[in-house]
């Protein structure tokens, strides 16, 4: 179904590039075929085509950024090539960093995300393409529909900190699916990487970092942004101010940063998955929702403190509206109590074993951990961002 949806929409793109080709005014110059900045120019107008919004339909080569940042001689060439949007609400810039191939004359031009871009990372030479680099390029990570939403990623501020969510989950831009984003301000407004990675500037007042597992996160709105192009960045390496900068497009009616959240080169949900030991949840709309910490709700307006990173092998203790769980000396209902975790609290799991089943928050399980203390508690009543054992079996 997927498969049969993409190959309708590359066919509609084609059609729809051939009539913008053919609508160009005479006497405009015909592009150099060795010109790979004018071959990324039209793959962004195909782009543009296909483009959730309408207004991005209509955008042309005057509205594409492509920046050539490395070249090996006439072989290869790689940078970022940006589709800029109107300065309007709701709206905001595409961005792909790309990799360009010239066989016989022809560049061949892939954007993050289509499967010919891991393709020329794995033959790009040294000279334009760091080792890090390639790796994070080739490396597709768990889809999180496949149920593994863990990140390993903080809230884009400093560790301590507590930053207003300013908008809950809501679209790169605005209101069209996935809820990939959303926007905080506060504290010291020094906007930091959610996880290692690689950073490139994608336009003025815009970031994005490149992480392992497939992941990648975009900032936008920066003041002060870093200029970057394949920097290595570790967790809370600053990237810029809270801003209004719009250089790219869309509207920012007060300073924060717009937090986009990526996976495998595409926009994905952001909600289920965890920042700093919050789960951001959707609301009805764009812009509405909330974020979990354990029983913990904040609401749009709200205050989000950054408790640092979830761990892989940690889950929060979310006792479903209680105060706390108890702890269990084995994994089931009958076994005794020995001791009780405070909803909110970080449990470092040690292994996991099937037991009687337990409904919380996310559903029935009868998956129970084994905490490193040696106590149990229930799988449903601990959110690790995967219904299945996070560090093996006991
Ligand atoms: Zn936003």
Not at 365 to 374: A, E, F
């Amino acid at each position: 179904m997927i498969d049969t949806r993409r190959r309708l929409g590359t066919a509609t793109a084609i059609l729809l590039v051939a009539a913008v080709i053919g609508t160009v005014p005479d006497g405009a110059q015909a592009a150099p075929a060795d010109d790979v900045t004018t071959v990324v120019r039209h793959k962004l107008i195909e782009e543009a085509v296909v483009a959730a919004d309408q207004e991005m339909r209509a955008a042309g080569l005057a509205d594409t950024r492509v920046t050539v940042t490395r070249r090996d001689g006439r072989a290869w060439a790689f940078g970022t090539a940006v589709l800029v949007a109107p300065q309007k609400e709701g709206l905001h810039p595409s961005g792909w960093i790309f990799i360009a191939r010239q066989q016989r004359g022809d560049w061949q031009v892939a954007l993050e995300g289509e499967a010919t871009f891991a393709d020329l990372a794995a033959a790009a030479p040294a000279s334009v393409l760091a080792r890090g680099e390639r790796d994070a390029f080739t490396t597709r990570g768990t889809l999180s529909a496949n149920g593994d939403y863990r990140t390993g990623m903080r809230l884009p501020f400093a560790l301590g900190q507590s930053w207003t969510l300013r908008g809950g989950p809501h679209g790169w831009s605005g209101s069209p699916r996935p809820f990939s984003s959303i926007d905080l301000f506060g504290g010291d407004q020094r906007v930091l990487a959610v996880r290692a990675g690689t950073a490139y500037t994608m336009c003025k007042g815009w970031i994005r970092v490149v992480h392992d597992r497939g992941y990648t996160t975009d900032y936008y709105h920066l003041w002060n942004n870093i200029n970057v192009d394949g920097a290595s960045v570790s967790a809370g390496s600053y990237l810029g101010d809270t801003g209004t900068d719009i250089t790219c497009g869309g509207s920012a009616s007060s300073r924060h940063v717009h937090l986009g959240f990526r996976q495998n080169g595409a926009y994905v949900a952001i909600a289920t998955h965890n920042l700093g030991k919050w789960v951001p949840r959707e609301g009805s709309t764009a812009y509405e929702g909330y974020a979990l910490h354990g029983s913990k709700r904040v609401n749009v307006g709200g205050s989000l403190y950054n408790y640092g990173a979830l761990g892989f092998t940690e889950g929060i203790v979310d006792s479903y509206g209680g105060t706390s769980v108890s702890r269990r000396s084995g994994p089931g209902t009958g076994y005794g109590v020995v001791g009780s975790i405070a909803d909110g609290a970080t449990a470092a799991i040690a292994c996991s074993s099937s037991g009687t089943s337990v409904t919380g928050r996310w559903g029935a399980s009868t998956l129970w951990n084994k905490l490193t203390d040696g106590t149990w508690i229930p799988d449903a009543y601990l959110y690790t961002g995967s219904a299945n054992p996070v560090n093996g079996s006991c």
